[in-house]
């Protein structure tokens, strides 16, 4: 249970307090609907929907302050730079705002005439197009079905301001409104049941979520500004495994280890921005991206681009960011394990990067004494634009005599026999035959078990920060490896789970 409450504690405690106000919120309005003697006649025509009606709108509009706040990508960005006082527990809670952005669309969903069905309508529409198929496999669907949120938001302020649901007017004298309900043909015919008089109340869903709309518009106004902001390339590189390197120049651009950026090409669309982590070190002069044909997106600026003439230079690029993730942590442990799948090795290219050029300027604020890496990947090729990087760190390390420093382990998943048999017949070569590293490629995928007791061994008093950028399933494994793991006491060794979100 301790295991789980270091890499869970804080995240549950943020979800039970979030849970408690929407629960004390509802009780709230709904006991003040249900038994306040202003809404006394008001209950009579309508019954106990009154209640259901207001309590849940109470809900509704605390969750709509909160919905806008998680895409603020460039305020996270700035409070995580400014939360380094807190811990990397408190920063770990900013990498998780998607998933806190979902959670409060879900609870809007519960809890929502014409404005309603409205609401409701566009509020489908962007879940439905939320989900992780429709999200990878056609991005531009959830892109444009999710600006609907400015109907949404519009149908949202206007749907109260109706004042459809009224209370009565408070009578002087006062009345008895229990004895007077049961016989309204005595309104206004005797003195104890004056005739009531109604007023909708003041409408409150713009107080609500008028702080989090300017938030917003600030932050459309800054990426605005960054669109306009010019980008210059430095290089322009096709792997043979399909895949895109494009070195970019920005002024005034400062970045981190394994911050991301997000691209928008207007020769493609105006509209369109997709998130990509770079892949070069705060120590270049340049900022780098690796781009892999997944979309039409994708494919449209690979083939804009490998139709460049010689010399030529690319198509218009804008750029918003940089923005953090948990990767901006790596340096903050002793030991730290980065797992990459695929593509998802980018923000480890920009790691190792670093620690290379921290090693040749001999940077003494460097705390990282070890760190294990590894890469999964389906195809040979893939390997390929990251193996020279690697070998210069193989190389490098040896001459400094810190072999142990780094550790790392690539996987061939989508092996067959053949590559079985070819790795056999060359077994006893010194390099490896796909990578030309001296680590041998493993074929299949790791015994997790395995290296995370093998890591506990080899650093039995260290904080481990456990990295990953790749699929979701993968991230529940190693989650529970982290826990499976973590020692109970203190003094030992505990591990701590990152996992990067876009």
Request: glycine residues 6%.
């Amino acid at each position: 249970m301790s295991n789980w409450i270091i890499n869970q504690g804080l995240s549950a405690f943020i979800l039970v307090v979030w849970m408690g106000i929407n629960i004390f919120l509802f009780v709230y309005y709904y006991l003040l609907y249900d038994l306040g003697p202003q809404f006394e006649y008001t209950r009579e025509l309508l019954g106990s929907a009154l209640s259901w009606a207001r309590a849940p709108a109470a809900v509704l509009n605390f969750n709509c302050m909160l919905i806008l706040l998680p895409v603020c990508r460039n305020l996270l960005s700035l409070l995580r730079g400014s939360f380094i006082c807190c811990g990397r527990t408190m920063r770990k809670q900013l990498d998780k705002n998607l998933t806190f952005h979902k959670l409060v669309a879900y609870m809007i969903a519960l809890m929502t005439g014409l404005t309603g069905v409205v609401i409701t309508l566009a509020l489908i529409l962007m879940i439905t197009s939320s989900m992780e198929v429709i999200r990878r496999n056609y991005f531009e669907v959830f892109w444009y079905t999710h600006h609907l949120f400015i109907v949404f938001f519009a149908g949202l302020v206007f749907h109260g301001a109706g004042r459809i649901v009224r209370s009565q007017q408070v009578t002087n004298p006062p009345h008895d409104n229990s004895f007077c309900e049961d016989q309204p043909e005595s309104w206004g015919e005797i003195d104890e049941c004056p005739l009531p008089q109604f007023a909708g109340g003041f409408p409150q869903t713009w107080m609500w979520v008028i702080g989090p709309m300017i938030i917003y518009l600030c932050e459309r106004l800054l990426r605005f500004i960054r669109y306009m902001q010019p980008v210059s390339y430095k290089k322009i590189v096709i792997r043979p495994s399909k895949v895109l390197e494009l070195q970019l120049v920005k002024p005034g651009f400062k970045m981190e280890v394994g911050q991301y950026v997000f691209l928008n090409c207007p020769a493609i669309s105006q509209l369109e921005w997709h998130p990509f982590t770079m892949t070069s070190a705060p120590e270049e002069d340049f900022f780098s991206v690796h781009i892999r044909s997944v979309g039409d997106w994708t494919e449209k600026l690979i083939k804009m681009v490998e139709n460049l003439p010689e010399g030529g230079q690319g198509p218009k690029m804008a750029v918003d960011g940089p923005l953090g993730t948990a990767s901006e942590d790596v340096f903050d442990y002793e030991v730290s394990m980065l797992v990459g799948a695929g593509i998802g090795v980018t923000p480890f290219a920009s790691i190792l990067k670093s620690i290379w050029y921290k090693f040749k300027d001999s940077d003494p604020k460097l705390r990282t004494k070890r760190i294990y890496f590894y890469w999964l990947c389906r195809e040979t090729y893939a390997f390929e634009w990251f193996a020279d990087l690697l070998l210069v760190l193989e190389k490098d390390m040896e001459e400094r005599g810190m072999r142990d420093f780094l550790t790392y382990k690539l996987y061939l998943t989508g092996w067959d026999q053949s590559h079985v048999n070819h790795a056999m017949v060359h077994f006893d070569k010194d390099r490896d035959i796909i990578t030309g590293l001296k680590q041998k490629t493993g074929y299949g995928r790791p015994n997790w078990d395995r290296e995370f007791e093998q890591v506990r061994q080899e650093n039995p008093s260290s904080v481990v920060g456990t990295f990953l950028c790749g699929p979701q399933a993968l991230a529940k494994d190693l989650e529970k490896k982290c826990v499976k793991y973590s020692d109970v006491d203190p003094r030992k060794t505990k591990f701590y789970f990152n996992k990067e979100n876009f």
